[in-house]
Nanobody, 123 residues
Framework: QVQLVESGGGVVQAGGSLRLSCAAS????????MAWFRQAPGKEREFVAA????????YYADSVKGRFTISRDNAGNMLYLQMNSLKPEDTAVYYC????????????????WGQGTQVTVSS
């Protein structure tokens, strides 16, 4: 079993940057593909970015491509999301999630979820 704990959220002005972290417990972190999702008030949870087990391949939603960077440190059991050029529409609760599969957009592919961290971008 894996427990995921996100941190790094906060309030930032438009154009600013934040780095989210996701700490994973257990010794099997490197067995999972990892992803970030977000959920804004009144909206469905949506895919943001994903990274494969070894970190070789990354995938992004069109809305964040070129602004966000996902990375991982398997030795330290950490997942990161560097968010630059933030926009008010990036405001949401951000979740990290672990999956065995490769269908990044399907929420039911993910077996473990964190509790989320709030990101608020002011205009």
């Amino acid at each position: 079993q894996v427990q995921l704990v996100e941190s790094g959220g906060g309030v930032v002005q438009a154009g600013g940057s934040l780095r989210l972290s996701c700490a994973a417990s257990g010794r099997t972190f490197s067995s999972y593909n990892m992803a970030w999702f977000r959920q804004a008030p009144g909206k469905e949870r949506e895919f943001v970015a994903a990274i494969t087990r070894t970190g070789v391949s990354t995938y992004y939603a069109d809305s964040v491509k070129g602004r966000f960077t996902i990375s991982r440190d398997n030795a330290g059991n950490m997942l990161y999301l560097q968010m630059n050029s933030l926009k008010p529409e990036d405001t949401a609760v951000y979740y990290c999630a672990a999956s065995y599969g490769y269908n990044w957009y399907r929420l039911d592919q993910y077996v473990y979820w964190g509790q989320g961290t709030q990101v608020t971008v002011s205009s």
